[in-house]
Nanobody
């Protein structure tokens, strides 16, 4: 099974920027469609952004134009660049394959607050 480790979260003011990283235990980013998810307190986990093996991307409407998903296959790492952050972006952010692996990481907390 593939293991994921998310990092880069923290506190940021509205309008600020943050970059999240996801490291996988295997070189899977070149093979499988990958995604960032997030889960706010009391809410279900939701899909944020997707990147396919060919490099194409897609985003939830709520983050479109503000977030950018990317990957570095050689480093087994995926990124989420978040700009113009809003309080409603506050959540724990996770990475996983689109065809979800049961091996979710611990996620990384993003808190947007003034």
């Amino acid at each position: 099974q593939v293991q994921f480790v998310e990092s880069g979260g923290g506190l940021v003011q509205p309008g600020g920027s943050l970059t999240l990283s996801c490291v996988a235990s295997g070189k899977i980013f070149s093979i499988y469609p990958m995604a960032w998810y997030r889960q706010a307190p009391g809410k279900q986990r939701e899909l944020v952004a997707v990147i396919v093996s060919g490099g194409g991307t897609n985003y939830a409407d709520s983050v479109k134009g503000r977030f950018t998903i990317s990957r570095d296959n050689a480093k087994n790492t995926m990124y989420l660049q978040m700009n113009s952050l809003k309080p409603e972006d506050t959540a724990v952010y996770y990475c996983n394959a689109v065809s979800n692996s049961p091996s979710w990481g611990q996620g990384t907390q993003v808190t947007v607050s003034s």
